[in-house]
């Protein structure tokens, strides 16, 4: 069946450094891939997403590519800040109908 | 503009129980999603409400049942609770059923003893 899964946390950085964090997908067709975020205590949040191959999508300085021939859709920023201490779950929409599979989810903890 | 509200923010109930959780999604959506959380996971699909009908749904057991009313807010039903129903329940909510985009609410946290 269709399912996510992300790179076990927690992912502890020193300010300023690169992040990745891994997502591969299984789905037939074509997803809809997404990135959220959730900050303590608050709920989720759509960082960003992709509809098809190729796509890049981009937010706050986070991106992502969808690449179908890898099944990915790794996440990256090129300079962490504290303030991006999260829980980031990576999700498909298998059949574009809203229906969001998760990922387990990745804690990112940034240290000044 | 208001965005996706869930009450209540908390709860508390025994096993056994049935419990009942509410979510107004933002305004100019018209359809709503359920997930549960459990502590340390992502979110799993429950079912999805639209123009008062259940849409589609995850694989949860009839315990878990849903309205949605003409003014597109949604309740969620959990009747017979077992411990293993402790989990953060988060409604999500749209405009269409194949929207691509949804907006989730801060969860209830239900706590089953």
């Known amino acids: 069946g269709d399912s996510v899964t992300q790179m076990e946390g927690p992912v502890t950085l020193s300010e300023e450094a690169f992040l990745t964090i891994n997502c591969t997908y299984t789905?037939?067709?074509?997803?809809?891939l997404f990135w959220y975020v959730q900050y303590p205590g608050e709920g989720l949040q759509l960082l960003l997403k992709a509809t098809k191959a190729d796509d890049k999508g981009s937010n706050k300085g986070f991106e992502a590519t969808y690449r179908k021939e890898t099944t990915s859709f790794h996440l990256e920023k090129g300079s962490v800040q504290v303030s991006d201490s999260a829980v980031y779950f990576c999700a498909l929409d298998p059949s574009n109908t809203g229906k969001l599979i998760f990922g387990q989810g990745t804690t990112l903890q940034v240290k000044p | 503009d208001a965005g996706v509200t869930q009450s209540p923010t908390h709860l508390i109930k025994t096993r056994g129980q049935q419990v009942t959780l509410r979510c107004s999604p933002k305004?100019?959506?018209?359809?709503v999603s359920w997930y549960q959380q459990a502590l340390g996971q992502g979110p799993q699909f429950i079912f999805q409400y639209y123009e008062e009908e259940e849409r589609q749904r995850g694989n949860f057991p009839d315990r878990f049942s849903g309205h949605q009313f003409p003014n597109y807010s949604s309740e969620l039903n959990v009747n017979a609770l077992l411990l293993g129903d402790s989990a953060l329940y988060l409604c999500?909510?749209?405009f269409g059923p194949g929207q691509e985009t949804q907006y989730f609410g801060p969860g209830t946290r239900l706590l089953v003893l």
């Open positions: 789905a037939t067709g074509y997803p809809s």
């Open positions: 999500a909510s749209g």
């Open positions: 305004s100019g959506h018209d359809t």
